[in-house]
T-cell receptor
Framework: AQSVAQPEDQVNVAEGNPLTVKCTYS??????LFWYVQYPNRGLQFLLK??????LVKGSYGFEAEFNKSQTSFHLKKPSALVSDSALYFC????????????FGQGTTLQVKP | NAGVMQNPRHLVRRRGQEARLRCSPM?????VYWYRQLPEEGLKFMVY????????ESGMPKERFSAEFPKEGPSILRIQQVVRGDSAAYFC????????????FGDGTRLSIL
């Protein structure tokens, strides 16, 4: 079965410091991976995706993610955190062997303090 | 470009009533997915539809829940005889064809059962 794990419920960083939100996956075949962000009382906003190609993927709002096949990880990163980055972050894998639904991790709350 | 539109944003029902949640996909998107977010949990897939067809309903509870995406009009998620455990945020996502395409989410309907 395909699955995604986000091992940290919450990540705390100081504004201006680099941030990492961790994600590991388990899939059959090549993974199609996505990161989304959710602000309170809003839907999920797409940040970036990995389908194939370069292991470092750049996305919206200065975020990037590093795909590591040997470690089955897809960690989200940003060189310099902003207070406005505080939100709930979801990693997801697309069920490409099935009908294309997204399988989500449990989510990680990012708290950026001034 | 209008995003995915969901209405109502908030819905309050008493136990035993029916709830109808609507979703209009982004223009040009023919694939609609419904997900449910329970408090303190991640998003769980419910159903995947294309126009006039249910493609995958493996995440739908066997009773009381149904979904449709008619030729004209929005997709509807219908919950009959609601119970307290149905209280959740229900999100709709749409995408064009292709597994590499990200799904775009609406802001959700928050269903509260009294």
């Amino acid at each position: 079965a395909q699955s995604v794990a986000q091992p940290e419920d919450q990540v705390n960083v100081a504004e201006g410091n680099p941030l990492t939100v961790k994600c590991t996956y388990s899939v059959s075949g090549n993974p199609y991976l996505f990161w989304y962000v959710q602000y309170p009382n809003r839907g999920l906003q797409f940040l970036l995706k990995y389908i194939t190609g370069d292991n470092l993927v750049k996305g919206s709002y200065g975020f990037e993610a590093e795909f590591n096949k040997s470690q089955t990880s897809f960690h989200l990163k940003k060189p310099s955190a902003l207070v406005s980055d505080s939100a709930l972050y979801f990693c997801a894998v697309r069920d490409i062997l099935g009908t294309g639904k997204l399988i989500f991790g449990q989510g990680t709350t990012l708290q950026v303090k001034p | 470009n209008a995003g995915v539109m969901q209405n109502p944003r908030h819905l309050v029902r008493r136990r035993g009533q029916e709830a109808r949640l609507r979703c209009s996909p982004m223009k040009g998107h023919s694939h609609v997915y419904w997900y449910r977010q329970l408090p303190e949990e991640g998003l769980k897939f419910m159903v995947y539809l294309q126009k006039e067809n249910i493609i995958d309903e493996s995440g739908m509870p066997k009773e009381r829940f149904s979904a449709e995406f008619p030729k004209e009009g929005p997709s509807i998620l219908r919950i009959q005889q609601v119970v307290r455990g149905d209280s959740a945020a229900y999100f709709c996502a749409s995408s064009p064809a292709g597994d590499s395409q990200p799904q775009h989410f609406g802001d959700g309907t928050r269903l509260s059962i009294l």
